[in-house]
Nanobody
Framework: QVQLVESGGGLVQPGGSLRLSCAAS????????MGWYRQAPEKQRELVAT???????NSSDSVKGRFTISRDNTKNTVDLQMNALKPEDTAVYYC???????????????WGQGTRVTVSS
């Protein structure tokens, strides 16, 4: 069994910062790409940023220069540092990991339960 657990969401004023963290646990054989996605009310889930096991990152144009993704391969964690937050960043943020478990060594996408970020004055 593999689990992803996010933390760090909350309410912040425009221009403020938040740091999201996600920890993968369980019967993990290997983790490939990890990332963050978000879903705003009445919108589809969208990519925020991803990072490969080798540290190569990709992010959406809407967060470039404001959000930074990082990971610790020794701890199976991925973080998202969010600066200069805007009201349009308000969404539920989901952690994602491409993970193979010791159960069957098959690569699967796993998702966290989501953490809510609200940017409002």
């Amino acid at each position: 069994q593999v689990q992803l657990v996010e933390s760090g969401g909350g309410l912040v004023q425009p221009g403020g910062s938040l740091r999201l963290s996600c920890a993968a646990s369980g019967s993990i054989f290997s983790i490939d790409t990890m990332g963050w996605y978000r879903q705003a009310p009445e919108k589809q889930r969208e990519l925020v940023a991803t990072i490969t096991g080798g540290g190569r990152t990709n992010s959406s144009d809407s967060v470039k220069g404001r959000f930074t993704i990082s990971r610790d391969n020794t701890k199976n964690t991925v973080d998202l540092q969010m600066n200069a937050l805007k009201p349009e960043d308000t969404a539920v943020y989901y952690c994602n990991g491409r993970i193979a478990s010791y159960n069957d060594y098959i690569w699967r996408d796993y998702w966290g339960q989501g953490t809510r970020v609200t940017v409002s004055s």
